[in-house]
């Protein structure tokens, strides 16, 4: 077993203990390079089934090719979609920084598509090499049920069993590619031919490496318009993979507080 | 290619404050592994809060933490150097965040244990050793930091690393390297220090090129715990991760604990050009098998001829990281590999001081605690020992909501059950009874049955049996004893003293026993037969005719009286596993009577055991 055997091991365990242990799951799809590669994983897992609901939390402000994307894979993937949508941002707590404003929106439309449709389980893509604070989390984590993250207080996770018993009214994100790198996304994408978003490929010296919704994501300079292009930029790049996401860089404690709140 | 580079995980462990968060950000720092901006960043935060520069920030990244200059939850960040990839976890060292220490120690291949040089070893030190030992870690490094605050002293170095090494040999383990070592001036990071030159060892990165990365336990026997069992389409999948061993297409896997066989048919799997022969170690797969079984979650697949551990009574060494503590009695759900059963613990045999190693008795395990206790299953469970397989060798416990605890298993004192499970034969037709036991009753004025003595050795099995035959033989009873003197030489003269043959005797005098019973007579046995099980076989065998007695004295007033000086012999560990000494002693809990022998003499003993025949045997 070579590097992504492993990775891809762990994490169809990961699914199939989630499948078997808690009640309805279902998957957030945001449409980007982790999430394909996380349907990918589950019909390794479910052996070319993927036997729960995928769903798009939509802030109506992602990017034309991603709802193209989106209609195209439904259809060719056999998926069971959903989709949610975002309130405004003027309901939205007016002391976070802009950006973070922004993006709280896909927590409180989260918030309420759990409440129209309760799930047990919502695996994320989320992984700890992206930001520090997701660097902290759980593989099973346990929410409230207004979804908040008690970070301060999370509970044991070892020998890979995870917590399965809850009080009524908790339910779980599942985070399935916790252990992944962004280097192991795209390896991998490339090893099982992973069909990707045409955003990620360089043009005209930009690329987007993590896409987010159109107002709150900026482009990287970039010459890699392929795989392979983008796997040896990596292996040589020194910025990091959210810079282009503005509410990463707004004040220290935003992307916490937008956790803490149930953002993923 | 990266995806042929090896990895590794090392945590970073140790008292709190001792400088873990703040070498892996040095760490970090010094190999050149940091985006962009990141330490820019750090400075800043450092600036807004008026404080010294601080790398520990690097992975104190939560508000909370940054504020109380303390790590609460542990977190994994990725390096490398030109060796290979490294995932690195830092975990927290305070005692309240044990939980989360135990949730990053737990991922790790090896571990850099941190102790400051000005305060030395501390409690967590030893707590963070003795558990790194206990979850069978075993590449550990020591680091003496903050060696800048004690002059970068070579006898204070020198001082803390020999204490530290006696305390570390006295659990087990020997660490490859104690280094000194400075977080904050960066010493003996990534090279040699011009303040230590009188070290000569190796520095914090060469330390982790020099662990080895685990091999998959692809050689060791087959265990293949079932995760789930899917009907998508026509295929029947027996889904699992492969714990260790090998599956082949056309081997025949025994399913534990139901005993069941079948040959593997096909290895399943998704998005490849041709199905796989074979699978290994680490691989979640999913097989389709030639026979319908009834398998389940939580079963374990092995080969017929290396298969796991079958029994319903456990030794384990546990942690316990509940906030109610452990308590004998109480049911939790224990958890191993995919299996979930009900388990109380029998016992506790020991609360371990992490501190001093010394033993205390006690009757609960509380928070934070390590501990040798005896658990005790409703069903029976298919494992390991975990010195033979460490994935099917440990559990967790579950208590209400929470994991409250994680522990490893031994059968030390305990016999496999799986052996000893009575397949009675069915090729045999049974004989239609000529003569009924009411038959036998009117004849001998009295039912036959089994009086099944236990308790320990010198509490008055032997004697009081042998009083008790002359008495109910004088009555007019049919009676005869049953003892290791008359079974040992003949019946089981092929058994040795194994905890399987020792099983195996008590499992024949217990058939024996009920052939006599139903043949009209009292059978008086006299066995410690110290475990629940056997006698539970025993009772199986001679149904509503078998009577457990409890012969009950306390181990103190049985080695006061020590007939055979066996007591004296097993304290001076000239006996090996010596009941109530050295191996466990299950009382009954619902023992038909109790005579207890510290109080009565033997004839009142023996009129006790003669009341309750003349009870229980004669009415119609
Ligand atoms: N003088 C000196 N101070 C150090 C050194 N290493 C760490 N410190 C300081 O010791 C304090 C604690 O360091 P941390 O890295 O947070 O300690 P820790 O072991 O991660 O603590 P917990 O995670 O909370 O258990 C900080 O103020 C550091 O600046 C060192 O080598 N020399
Ligand atoms: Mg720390």
């Given at each position: 077993?070579?590097?992504?055997?492993?990775?891809?091991?762990?994490?169809?365990?990961?699914?199939?203990?989630?499948?078997?242990?808690?009640?309805?799951?279902?998957?957030?799809?945001?449409?980007?390079?982790?999430?394909?590669?996380?349907?990918?994983?589950?019909?390794?897992?479910?052996?070319?089934?993927?036997?729960?609901?995928?769903?798009?939390?939509?802030?109506?402000?992602?990017?034309?090719?991603?709802?193209?994307?989106?209609?195209?894979?439904?259809?060719?993937?056999?998926?069971?979609?959903?989709?949610?949508?975002?309130?405004?941002?003027?309901?939205?707590?007016?002391?976070?920084?802009?950006?973070?404003?922004?993006?709280?929106?896909?927590?409180?439309?989260?918030?309420?598509?759990?409440?129209?449709?309760?799930?047990?389980?919502?695996?994320?893509?989320?992984?700890?090499?992206?930001?520090?604070?997701?660097?902290?989390?759980?593989?099973?984590?346990?929410?409230?049920?207004?979804?908040?993250?008690?970070?301060?207080?999370?509970?044991?996770?070892?020998?890979?069993?995870?917590?399965?018993?809850?009080?009524?009214?908790?339910?779980?994100?599942?985070?399935?590619?916790?252990?992944?790198?962004?280097?192991?996304?795209?390896?991998?994408?490339?090893?099982?031919?992973?069909?990707?978003?045409?955003?990620?490929?360089?043009?005209?010296?930009?690329?987007?490496?993590?896409?987010?919704?159109?107002?709150?994501?900026?482009?990287?300079?970039?010459?890699?318009?392929?795989?392979?292009?983008?796997?040896?930029?990596?292996?040589?790049?020194?910025?990091?993979?959210?810079?282009?996401?503005?509410?990463?860089?707004?004040?220290?404690?935003?992307?916490?507080?937008?956790?803490?709140?149930?953002?993923? | 290619?990266?995806?042929?580079?090896?990895?590794?995980?090392?945590?970073?462990?140790?008292?709190?404050?001792?400088?873990?968060?703040?070498?892996?950000?040095?760490?970090?720092?010094?190999?050149?592994?940091?985006?962009?901006?990141?330490?820019?960043?750090?400075?800043?935060?450092?600036?807004?809060?008026?404080?010294?520069?601080?790398?520990?920030?690097?992975?104190?990244?939560?508000?909370?933490?940054?504020?109380?200059?303390?790590?609460?939850?542990?977190?994994?960040?990725?390096?490398?150097?030109?060796?290979?990839?490294?995932?690195?976890?830092?975990?927290?060292?305070?005692?309240?965040?044990?939980?989360?220490?135990?949730?990053?120690?737990?991922?790790?291949?090896?571990?850099?244990?941190?102790?400051?040089?000005?305060?030395?070893?501390?409690?967590?030190?030893?707590?963070?050793?003795?558990?790194?030992?206990?979850?069978?870690?075993?590449?550990?490094?020591?680091?003496?930091?903050?060696?800048?605050?004690?002059?970068?002293?070579?006898?204070?170095?020198?001082?803390?690393?020999?204490?530290?090494?006696?305390?570390?040999?006295?659990?087990?383990?020997?660490?490859?390297?104690?280094?000194?070592?400075?977080?904050?001036?960066?010493?003996?990071?990534?090279?040699?220090?011009?303040?230590?030159?009188?070290?000569?060892?190796?520095?914090?990165?060469?330390?982790?090129?020099?662990?080895?990365?685990?091999?998959?336990?692809?050689?060791?026997?087959?265990?293949?715990?079932?995760?789930?069992?899917?009907?998508?389409?026509?295929?029947?999948?027996?889904?699992?991760?492969?714990?260790?061993?090998?599956?082949?297409?056309?081997?025949?896997?025994?399913?534990?604990?139901?005993?069941?066989?079948?040959?593997?048919?096909?290895?399943?799997?998704?998005?490849?050009?041709?199905?796989?022969?074979?699978?290994?170690?680490?691989?979640?797969?999913?097989?389709?098998?030639?026979?319908?079984?009834?398998?389940?979650?939580?079963?374990?697949?092995?080969?017929?001829?290396?298969?796991?551990?079958?029994?319903?009574?456990?030794?384990?060494?546990?942690?316990?990281?509940?906030?109610?503590?452990?308590?004998?009695?109480?049911?939790?759900?224990?958890?191993?590999?995919?299996?979930?059963?009900?388990?109380?613990?029998?016992?506790?045999?020991?609360?371990?001081?992490?501190?001093?190693?010394?033993?205390?008795?006690?009757?609960?395990?509380?928070?934070?605690?390590?501990?040798?206790?005896?658990?005790?299953?409703?069903?029976?469970?298919?494992?390991?020992?975990?010195?033979?397989?460490?994935?099917?060798?440990?559990?967790?416990?579950?208590?209400?909501?929470?994991?409250?605890?994680?522990?490893?298993?031994?059968?030390?004192?305990?016999?496999?059950?799986?052996?000893?499970?009575t397949?009675r034969a069915?090729?045999v037709t049974k004989v239609e009874a000529a003569i009924g036991p009411d038959e036998r009753h009117k004849r001998n004025g009295h039912k036959g049955g089994v009086l099944w003595f236990t308790?320990?050795?010198?509490?008055?099995k032997s004697t009081i049996a042998v009083a008790t035959e002359r008495r109910l033989f004088d009555k007019g009873y049919q009676v005869y004893v049953l003892d290791g003197d008359n079974v040992?030489f003949g019946l089981n003269?092929?058994?040795?003293?194994?905890?399987?043959?020792?099983?195996?005797?008590i499992r024949r005098v217990g058939e024996v026993a009920a052939l006599m019973a139903k043949a009209g007579f009292i059978v008086v046995t006299a066995f410690?037969s110290?475990?629940?099980?056997?006698r539970d076989r025993a009772r199986a065998a001679a149904g509503a005719d078998f009577h457990e007695i409890h012969i009950?004295?306390?181990?103190?007033?049985?080695?006061?009286?020590?007939?055979?000086?066996?007591?004296?012999?097993?304290?001076?560990?000239?006996?090996?596993?010596?009941?109530?000494?050295?191996?466990?002693?299950?009382?009954?809990?619902a023992a038909e009577l109790t005579v207890?022998?510290?109080?009565?003499?033997i004839d009142d003993s023996v009129a006790r055991v003669s009341a309750y025949v003349d009870r229980t045997f004669t009415q119609t």
């Amino acid at each position: 077993m070579d590097h992504l055997d492993r990775l891809e091991s762990q994490s169809v365990y990961i699914f199939r203990e989630a499948f078997n242990r808690l009640g309805r799951v279902g998957m957030l799809w945001s449409l980007g390079k982790d999430s394909n590669v996380m349907i990918w994983l589950a019909r390794k897992a479910f052996l070319g089934h993927v036997p729960f609901p995928v769903m798009h939390v939509d802030t109506e402000k992602k990017f034309p090719e991603m709802y193209e994307f989106r209609d195209r894979y439904i259809k060719e993937w056999n998926l069971n979609f959903l989709s949610g949508k975002c309130p405004p941002i003027e309901e939205m707590d007016a002391s976070l920084p802009p950006a973070a404003r922004s993006a709280a929106r896909k927590t409180e439309g989260l918030k309420n598509f759990l409440a129209a449709n309760p799930f047990d389980g919502i695996f994320a893509g989320i992984r700890r090499d992206e930001q520090a604070t997701r660097a902290k989390e759980r593989v099973f984590s346990p929410r409230g049920a207004t979804g908040a993250w008690n970070f301060r207080d999370q509970p044991p996770e070892f020998w890979d069993q995870f917590n399965t018993d809850f009080p009524p009214g908790t339910h779980v994100r599942i985070h399935p590619l916790l252990h992944w790198t962004e280097m192991d996304i795209w390896l991998y994408t490339q090893r099982e031919n992973i069909p990707v978003i045409d955003l990620y490929f360089a043009k005209n010296g930009k690329r987007y490496r993590s896409l987010g919704d159109k107002d709150i994501t900026n482009p990287v300079d970039s010459n890699a318009e392929t795989l392979d292009e983008i796997i040896e930029e990596l292996r040589t790049t020194r910025v990091s993979e959210r810079s282009g996401r503005a509410m990463d860089h707004e004040a220290e404690d935003a992307f916490e507080r937008l956790r803490a709140d149930g953002y993923m | 290619m990266s995806n042929h580079r090896e990895s590794l995980k090392t945590v970073f462990v140790g008292h709190v404050d001792h400088g873990k968060s703040t070498l892996v950000g040095r760490l970090f720092h010094d190999t050149d592994s940091l985006p962009d901006g990141r330490v820019e960043e750090i400075r800043k935060m450092c600036e807004r809060r008026g404080m010294p520069f601080e790398y520990a920030f690097l992975m104190d990244a939560l508000q909370a933490e940054r504020d109380q200059g303390i790590t609460i939850d542990t977190s994994q960040i990725w390096f490398k150097t030109a060796k290979r990839d490294y995932v690195i976890i830092d975990a927290p060292g305070h005692k309240e965040f044990l939980k989360n220490m135990i949730t990053g120690a737990a991922a790790a291949d090896a571990a850099i244990l941190v102790i400051d040089a000005n305060e030395g070893v501390q409690e967590q030190s030893r707590r963070h050793g003795y558990l790194l030992h206990l979850m069978g870690i075993g590449q550990v490094t020591v680091c003496v930091n903050k060696m800048d605050l004690v002059d970068y002293s070579q006898t204070r170095f020198e001082a803390i690393e020999e204490e530290f090494r006696a305390y570390l040999t006295s659990i087990g383990v020997t660490p490859n390297h104690v280094i000194p070592v400075s977080g904050r001036e960066g010493d003996l990071i990534t090279g040699p220090s011009k303040r230590m030159p009188w070290y000569l060892g190796p520095s914090i990165t060469e330390a982790l090129d020099g662990f080895r990365v685990p091999l998959p336990a692809t050689d060791q026997p087959l265990r293949f715990p079932v995760q789930d069992v899917y009907k998508f389409d026509e295929r029947r999948i027996i889904a699992g991760r492969i714990e260790s061993g090998t599956i082949r297409v056309g081997d025949t896997l025994l399913f534990s604990p139901i005993n069941k066989t079948a040959k593997v048919r096909t290895i399943e799997a998704w998005n490849v050009d041709q199905l796989p022969m074979k699978a290994s170690a680490g691989q979640s797969v999913g097989i389709t098998l030639d026979e319908q079984l009834f398998i389940e979650r939580g079963h374990i697949a092995s080969h017929e001829n290396q298969p796991p551990v079958e029994t319903d009574v456990f030794r384990a060494h546990v942690f316990w990281l509940g906030n109610d503590a452990l308590v004998p009695g109480k049911t939790y759900k224990m958890k191993l590999a995919n299996a979930e059963a009900r388990v109380t613990v029998q016992s506790i045999d020991r609360v371990i001081d992490t501190g001093d190693l010394s033993h205390v008795q006690s009757d609960r395990v509380e928070r934070n605690a390590v501990a040798e206790v005896t658990i005790r299953s409703r069903q029976m469970l298919a494992l390991d020992e975990f010195r033979h397989n460490q994935k099917t060798g440990r559990f967790v416990l579950v208590d209400g909501f929470d994991i409250a605890g994680g522990g490893i298993i031994s059968m030390e004192g305990y016999a496999d059950q799986r052996s000893l499970i009575t397949v009675r034969a069915t090729n045999v037709t049974k004989v239609e009874a000529a003569i009924g036991p009411d038959e036998r009753h009117k004849r001998n004025g009295h039912k036959g049955g089994v009086l099944w003595f236990t308790g320990l050795s010198g509490a008055g099995k032997s004697t009081i049996a042998v009083a008790t035959e002359r008495r109910l033989f004088d009555k007019g009873y049919q009676v005869y004893v049953l003892d290791g003197d008359n079974v040992r030489f003949g019946l089981n003269a092929d058994l040795g003293f194994s905890p399987e043959d020792r099983a195996e005797n008590i499992r024949r005098v217990g058939e024996v026993a009920a052939l006599m019973a139903k043949a009209g007579f009292i059978v008086v046995t006299a066995f410690i037969s110290p475990y629940r099980s056997d006698r539970d076989r025993a009772r199986a065998a001679a149904g509503a005719d078998f009577h457990e007695i409890h012969i009950d004295a306390d181990v103190a007033t049985c080695e006061s009286r020590d007939p055979k000086g066996l007591y004296r012999k097993a304290r001076a560990g000239e006996i090996k596993e010596f009941t109530g000494i050295s191996a466990p002693y299950e009382a009954p809990d619902a023992a038909e009577l109790t005579v207890d022998t510290s109080d009565l003499s033997i004839d009142d003993s023996v009129a006790r055991v003669s009341a309750y025949v003349d009870r229980t045997f004669t009415q119609t």
